[in-house]
């Protein structure tokens, strides 16, 4: 079956740095492109970014743009999500999710996903 697994999740002070990981079985990996979104309590889920099957084409939120990078080894069916200058609002639950349709691009729609990670806790102290 189909499984997504983050890691790499954990408590750090603002500015610091964590690199998430999500590893993928069960799926043909390099024909999905991948996406990160977040939720923090008592917010709705949120897109944070997403790259393409190749890797040659990301996007992100505004509020992470210049923050965070994405990026995916297809030979180890593993996207990761590299987080610098990490502020407390960036406090949340992070999960991965893979889309099967969009072939060239991405996409920040959350209901686009077919599968979905269990999530990794990030929390920020100021």
């Known amino acids: 079956q189909v499984q997504l697994v983050e890691s790499g999740g954990g408590l750090v002070q603002a500015g610091d740095s964590l690199r998430l990981s999500c590893a993928a079985s069960g799926i043909t990996f390099s024909s999905y492109a991948m996406g990160w979104f977040r939720q923090a309590p008592g917010k709705e889920q949120e897109f944070v970014a997403a790259?393409?099957?190749?890797?040659?084409?990301?996007n992100y939120a505004n509020s992470v743009k210049g923050r965070f990078t994405i990026s995916r080894d297809n030979a180890k069916n593993t996207v990761y999500l590299q987080m610098n200058s990490l502020k407390s609002e960036d406090t949340a639950v992070y999960s991965c999710?893979?889309?099967?349709?969009?072939?060239?691009?991405?996409?920040?729609?959350?209901?686009?996903?077919?599968?979905w990670g269990q999530g990794t806790q990030v929390t920020v102290s100021s």
């Open positions: 999710a893979a889309d099967r349709q969009s072939y060239y691009g991405v996409t920040y729609f959350s209901s686009d996903y077919d599968y």
């Open positions: 790259i393409s099957r190749s890797g040659g084409s990301t």
